[in-house]
């Protein structure tokens, strides 16, 4: 009994002990699976961030040296019955106004009017660029034209900072101005560089304020060089680029991988005034050129000049009909002109400059309107297949065609009309005018400049508009206006008789008219 109890009590125990065995066994061998899961997981290589310095900064390093000398300009203007007019270029020597152009490729002026005539409105124009420590800053003509005050905002100023500016001169003719900032510090100015250094399908950067949004950078390429994108405007040749250019990029500078500005961004080429992939920058040869005038003591760009009209478009036929092999044919003189003078006529076809030869009329421009008023040139040209030589003395080109149409003459001599009652300078019709103009030769007046705030304003004339008529009665001279003019009289009603400025013969007139006060 003993012993069954003994054999009992061992077979009890044996069992107790293979239970424990079975189970360390088993929690061995969960442990291990669980651990063999979390070697498995750790076996992952965890992913590492490349350094910054491995990718190309070139961009980055270039928006940070030229960012501190771009500037946003903004404006105030009083604004008083405004109504934007037509125009458009011509195929000439002295050209085309610019302010429809532009107008058009930017939308005009922007900003808010307030209510009534002679609102004040603030308007966020475009930007510009520092190119003198001394305060000296490169801009759009017209970023600052016609603006009563002019404010310069630095990267560095605190929100709502702002700098009054002064101009320092603007010429029309590239629609470039310079503008200064007095301040008791240097400022950070852009280096300048070579613009014909530049080749199709280089990088640039085009630095700016595009919609107010200053600080901006867009890369692209040069697009194409040497692009003429307004007819007759023999001092305005663009690099085109595909860098983003929108309204308030206007004055901002076009930088090379160097950080150097070899352009000031001026247009764009768009149908909704926003970017696609056309923008035109001014070479900063062209820029150097007319800022070093617009400083010099008489803060204006001087031009010589001939007096000679020509197509501005390489015709084969002109040359064969005229035999006039390479040059720039004649197609017009202008009265009292020195080619006139000098007994130069239409059809004959300049060759050289100073034993020089010239076969673009882009080069004989550029030639003569580098030469200085009173100095006197040879030319070369053809007549009838015959070679002739002849001196002219070259003229003051603002001078020469300062009743051209729109043109503005910046600096006006006594001689000069003065402003009528109704606020509206006008001279007679040229017959070079007419012929270009298809029109009769002796009819009508041309508005060469228009007061603000006068009646002729009210009324909406505009420069370069040609009256024909006032209440009924032809006005063919300067003194036929004045003379009905001044029998005129307060409260009196007035209609004018006007084709508009760039508008065809086949387009019509219009009638302008109001009560004078």
């Known amino acids: 009994m003993w012993m069954r109890m003994k054999a009992h009590r061992w077979a009890y125990t044996l069992s107790i002990l293979v239970t424990l065995s079975v189970g360390i066994l088993i929690g061995t061998v969960v442990s291990y699976g669980v651990k063999g899961k979390e070697e498995q997981k750790s076996e992952a290589t965890p992913l590492t961030l490349p350094s910054p310095q491995q990718m190309s900064n070139a961009f980055s390093q270039i928006a940070k040296q030229l960012e501190p000398s771009v500037v946003n300009i903004n404006t105030e203007s009083t604004i008083k019955n405004v109504h934007r007019r037509r125009g458009g270029g011509q195929d000439d020597e002295d050209g085309g106004g610019m302010d429809d152009f532009f107008n058009h490729f930017f939308g005009g002026p922007g900003g808010q009017a307030g209510p009534g005539d002679g609102a004040i409105r603030e308007r966020s124009l475009g930007s510009g660029v520092i190119v003198d420590s001394k305060g000296f800053i490169v801009t759009n003509r017209h970023v600052v034209e016609k603006a009563d005050r002019i404010r310069v905002r630095f990267e560095d100023d605190p929100p709502g900072v702002q700098h009054d500016a002064k101009v320092i001169g603007t010429d029309r003719e590239t629609d470039l101005a310079v503008i200064k900032v007095d301040l008791d510090r240097a400022l950070p100015a852009a280096k300048m560089g070579n613009s014909d250094s530049m080749q199709v399908g280089d990088w ?5 304020s595009p919609f107010g949004l200053s600080e ?25 680029t595909d860098a983003a250019i929108n309204p308030g990029n206007s004055g901002g500078p076009l930088v090379n991988m160097n950080g150097e500005v070899i352009g000031i961004n001026t247009a764009i080429l768009s149908e909704t005034n926003a970017y696609a992939g056309v923008g035109f920058a001014l070479p900063s040869k062209t820029v150097v050129e007319v800022y070093n005038q617009l400083t010099g003591p008489e803060h204006k760009v001087t031009r010589g000049s001939i007096g000679i009209t020509f197509d501005a478009v390489e015709n084969p036929a002109i040359a064969r009909v005229y035999g006039s092999g390479s040059g720039i044919p004649i197609s017009s003189v202008v009265a009292g002109s020195p080619a006139d003078q000098a007994g ?67 600096n006006e001599d006594d001689s000069t009309p003065k402003p009528s009652k109704f606020g509206v300078t006008v001279r007679k019709v040229t017959p070079e005018m007419a012929d270009r103009l298809d029109m009769p030769a002796g009819k009508g007046v041309i508005v060469q400049d228009v007061k603000p705030g006068s009646f002729a304003e009210d009324v909406n004339l505009a420069r370069g508009d040609i009256i024909l008529e006032v209440n009924k009665q032809p006005v063919n001279s300067e003194e036929e206006f004045a003379k009905i003019e001044s029998s005129l009289k307060s409260g009196q009603d007035v209609v004018f008789l006007v084709r508009q400025r760039g508008s065809s013969a086949q387009d019509g007139t219009i009638f302008d008219a109001g009560t004078l006060p």
């Open 216 to 240: 901006t950078v867009t890369a692209g390429i040069v697009s194409a060089k040497g692009r003429d994108i307004v007819p007759g405007r023999q001092f305005q040749t663009f690099i085109q």
């Open 204 to 208: 640039v950067l085009a630095v700016g």
């Open 344 to 410: 130069l006529k239409v059809g004959d076809t300049i060759t050289n400059v100073d034993g020089k030869k010239v076969s673009k009329g882009t080069e004989l421009v550029a030639d003569i309107a580098s030469r200085k008023p009173g100095s006197k040139v040879t030319l070369g040209f053809l007549r009838n297949g015959k070679s002739q030589e002849t001196s002219v003395t070259i003229a003051d080109r603002a001078k020469l065609f300062a009743a051209r149409l729109g043109e503005e003459q910046d």
